[in-house]
């Protein structure tokens, strides 16, 4: 059986996600960044890291700023 994608080392019978663990992750991945709008930004700024539209230096810039704003 796999394990439940959420990290929290359960197993699942069936899916990726015991039942409730896929809302449990988003809601505690909008925690760790601060908010939906924070995560967005970051989610935003990483894409465009790896479509080489931003370098490191600005990445590493704008994720330390996203992170302080929790
Ligand atoms: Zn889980």
């Known amino acids: 059986m796999p394990e439940c994608a959420c990290g929290c080392g359960e197993q ?18 909008e ?16 894409q465009k890291y790896a479509q080489e539209q931003m370098g490191l230096t600005d990445l590493g810039r704008l994720v330390k700023l996203i992170y302080s704003k929790e």
């Not at 699942?12 to 991945?29: F, I, P, S, V």
């Not at 925690?31 to 990483?46: A, N, P, Y």
């Open 12 to 29: 699942t019978k069936k899916g990726k996600y015991l039942q409730g663990h896929e809302q449990k992750l988003r809601k505690e991945l």
């Open 31 to 46: 925690e760790k960044v601060g908010s939906l709008q924070l995560l967005s930004s970051l989610v935003k700024v990483t």
